[in-house]
């Protein structure tokens, strides 16, 4: 009973910290907010024992890196870090102003908006990924994601509603990572919206795939989905051109991948996409992941 009460003590008051943070930053520059959780995160992080992972994730992409160059690489990724989570926290301000979001390829997803085909976007961790789904939603794409629900209820709840408030349609929606989420992507895809993925994660539960030459347990699932309702895959790649402004870019579809080629197969082909996504801008990839092991 006591240790109940201690518990929920602690969260509420981590819960009224965050809040006063956001409530302080809502009001600031989106730069000026960008900047400090940048700056915040690239002092503190190398001296986190997350540090060991980032720089074996990087030295899992460029095993002939230089200390100098993983030293600069990797705080450069905790600066950018820093700047993702920050911007979170103002994430509607992004999200709504006119210049902050810069989108292309276009006429890559032409058919998919004018047809309102449904596709699965696959994307990862990659620059700022929260704006991903919400830049989606705002060409008129009804559209599902997966988000990883955050350990402190009140502070979980928070970031939801920040999440919904960039929203525009209201058939668009977040589910947490879980047995949930399975369930109502596949009802959003019953009920004729799209999804969108982030699949350069570790999934414990998944196949074991090569990435970066490393057989790595990864993500399969959604391209039985993709087969079963007969969807094609848009990849679509986040780039942070500097502190604080995005550029979204829509490759061409890939065609639905034949019954005769494997999950593995198919999942190979996507990994030579999103390895080279990493490969331009390793600094701005989520390296905390252990996404190796």
């Known amino acids: 009973m006591k240790s109940n009460i201690i518990l ?3 969260l509420n008051l981590e819960y009224f910290l965050v809040f006063i943070i956001y409530k302080i930053i809502s009001i600031l520059p989106i730069f000026f907010v960008s900047l400090v959780g940048g700056i ?3 002092i503190i992080g190398p001296y986190t024992k997350t540090q060991k992972i980032v720089k074996k994730n990087y030295l899992h992409i460029f ?3 230089t ?3 993983i030293s600069k690489e990797t705080q450069l990724c905790w600066f950018n870090m820093g700047k993702t989570f920050f911007e979170l926290l103002i994430l509607p301000k992004i999200i709504f102003s006119k210049d902050k979001i810069q989108v292309e390829g276009l006429n890559n997803i032409h058919e998919v908006i004018k047809k309102n085909e449904q596709v699965i976007f696959v994307g990862i961790h990659q620059s ?3 704006i991903l789904l919400p830049t989606i939603d705002k060409l008129g794409i009804n559209v599902g994601g997966i988000y990883r629900h955050i350990n402190n209820p009140y502070i979980n709840k928070l970031i939801l509603k920040i999440r919904q408030k960039c929203i525009i349609s ?3 929606f977040y589910t947490p990572k879980g047995k949930q989420s399975a369930k109502e992507i596949i009802d959003g895809i019953k009920n004729g919206l799209s999804i969108v993925l982030l699949v350069d994660q570790k999934d414990s539960a998944g196949e074991i795939v090569p990435f970066f030459n490393k057989l790595s347990k990864t993500q399969v699932g959604f391209l039985k989905v993709a087969r079963k ?4 895959i848009v990849p679509v790649q986040n780039i942070r051109k500097n502190n604080n402004n995005f550029k979204i870019q829509f490759y061409p579809p890939i065609d639905k991948f034949s019954k005769e080629i494997s999950d593995i197969e198919a999942m190979k082909k996507i990994h030579i996409i999103i390895e080279k996504w990493i490969k331009d ?3 701005s990839w989520f390296m905390q992941h252990n996404r190796f092991n």
Do not use: G
């Open 229 to 232: 309702h007969k969807m094609r």
């Open 128 to 130: 700022n990924w929260e």
């Open 170 to 172: 209201n058939k668009s």
């Open 63 to 65: 095993p002939l890196a």
């Open 281 to 283: 801008n390793p600094s």
């Open 8 to 10: 929920k003590i602690r």
């Open 40 to 42: 915040l995160f690239a």
């Open 67 to 69: 200390k100098k160059q």
